[in-house]
């Protein structure tokens, strides 16, 4: 089973994560005139950081007309809907910028069920692509953003579920959720969302801390199997950091001299 260690960077809190997270992105969109490719996650961590990117500096410094907007995964539920990673991303950031509508290209949820979902949007892929197999050296994405669930799974690759070993197509439905909302998804694959310069996965909370700690530790768990075909980083807020073995624990007061 492939394995990748990915680099680790720790922030002081969710505000510091989503300004590094925007000035890593907008590091990888260079103002070059070539065609740019960002895949957005779900969740309620990358929300602040949408929020950021629809605001100056970064409103302004995105190459917008270049960059074309994907999920890497979504509940099978009417945009508008509450629940919709896309809708939660198109009200917080691509409704707020100059992003050609031909950019933008949610997974479409008004189709007869997931797997009508999934091959649509394996569809569109390829065509963006312009191949229906990956080119070595050549990534799909410039950055694929990624989110750490509280049973470790990550985009809507569940722990225990086929899709994990899917190699071949590129996106799939998912029936079942794991977990709430108990809605069925469409989720890329991870060999799809492994074609990226970057993969960014985005991590606040105590909550998280240690689902984190075991992912880290290379447990058998999704987010455990990610892997980038460029840069895999794992950016993580304080709260969220696993705890440093190395640092010796705090003496309790009682104990101090002086
Ligand atoms: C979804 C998401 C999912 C998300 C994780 C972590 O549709 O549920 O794409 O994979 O990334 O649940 O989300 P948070 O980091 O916001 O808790």
Redesign the pocket.
């Given at each position: 089973m492939r394995r990748q260690r990915g680099d680790v960077i720790v922030v002081t809190d969710p505000d510091a994560l989503a300004q590094t997270a925007a000035e890593r992105i907008l590091a990888r969109l260079p103002r070059s005139g070539s065609r740019l490719a960002v895949c957005l996650?779900?969740?309620?961590?990358?929300q602040r950081l949408y929020a950021l990117l629809a605001t100056e500096p970064y409103r302004d410094a995105l190459p917008w007309d270049h960059i074309h907007w994907f999920v890497?995964?979504?509940?099978f539920v009417p945009h508008n809907d509450p629940l919709s990673?896309f809708g939660i991303a198109r009200r917080l950031l691509l409704d707020h910028v100059p992003a050609p509508s031909g950019n933008i290209h949610p997974i479409i949820t008004n189709v007869e069920d997931v797997d009508d979902a999934a091959r649509l949007y394996e569809a569109e892929l390829h065509r963006l692509y312009g191949a229906e197999q990956f080119i070595p050296g050549r990534p799909l994405f410039d950055v694929v953003l990624?989110?750490?669930?509280?049973d470790g799974?990550?985009?809507?690759l569940f722990p225990g579920h086929a899709e994990l070993d899917e190699k071949t197509r590129w996106v799939v439905g998912v029936p079942e959720a794991a977990l709430e909302p108990f809605v069925p998804?469409v989720t890329l694959t991870f060999p799809a969302l492994a074609s990226t310069r970057e993969m960014l996965f985005?991590?606040?909370g105590p909550s998280?801390r240690e689902i984190l700690t075991r992912v880290l530790e290379g447990a058998d768990l999704p987010a455990a199997r990610a892997y980038s075909e460029g840069q895999l980083v794992w950016l993580v807020d304080r709260d969220a950091a696993p705890e440093r073995r190395d640092e010796p624990a705090p003496r309790p007061l009682a104990s101090r001299g002086g």
């Open positions: 996650t779900g969740g309620p961590t990358p890497g995964d979504d509940r990673n990624m989110g750490l669930g509280a799974h990550t985009a809507s998804r985005l991590v606040s998280k």
